[in-house]
């Protein structure tokens, strides 16, 4: 989905507004396996990704990389906490394919909300959803079954398991790579 589509299924601008507000985006394209952001550096951007797959991901005390959560097209992408607070991130971000994305910075995003009321409804709005999202994912933690986390998945990224190795879906997922294997099998009875 293009981001002017995006942007005018949330929130209907003007053709006059669209075309400024697109002014403040810039075209990135990102290979496969590219790190945006490392833990420790300050998010410069919020990215809108038009083409792709992306994660954020931390590494736990052994080494180990824990996805925290996926990024798909028609979705933003960032180390939000670090991006707005411009404070140093503790997430990774990475590019899982090759990827077209549309970046702002944060000097940017904030002319536009101040610019345009209707800016500040869009980012109500998809800050809405993706709180949403992270209480669903931590609820899907802490009440649901492997089988059931799973299945959720699949709702939110239908073609996941075609375009992520299995290994940053079960870490996305709390679970062990075996686990999710038996799942994917239909064996739910370990």
Same mark, same amino acid.
């Given at each position: 989905m293009s981001i002017s589509d995006f942007l005018n299924t949330l929130v209907v601008f003007t053709e006059e507004e669209l075309n400024d507000i697109l002014t403040h985006f810039a075209i990135e394209y990102a290979c496969k396996n590219q790190i945006l952001v490392r833990n420790g550096e300050i998010c410069k951007s919020l990215y809108y990704v038009e083409q792709g797959m992306g994660r954020s991901y931390y590494l736990n005390e052994n080494g180990k990389e824990i996805t925290q959560w996926f990024f798909g097209v028609g979705k933003f992408m960032s180390s939000v906490d670090s991006f707005f607070q411009q404070s140093p991130s503790l997430y990774y971000l990475e590019v899982l394919e090759d990827s077209t994305l549309y970046s702002i910075s944060k000097q940017d995003i904030d002319l536009l909300f101040a610019k345009y009321p209707k800016m500040e409804k869009l980012g109500r709005i998809v800050s809405i959803e993706m709180l949403t999202k992270i209480i669903n994912k931590l609820n899907a933690i802490q009440f649901q079954t492997a089988r059931e986390r799973y299945d959720y998945m699949l709702t939110e990224f239908?073609?996941?398991?075609?375009?992520?190795? @299995? #290994?940053?879906?079960?870490?996305? @997922? #709390?679970?062990?790579?075996e686990t999710l294997s038996r799942i994917r099998r239909g064996d739910t009875s370990k």
């Open positions: 239908p073609d996941i398991v075609y375009q992520v190795p @299995l #290994g940053h879906i079960a870490s996305y @997922l #709390g679970m062990t790579q």
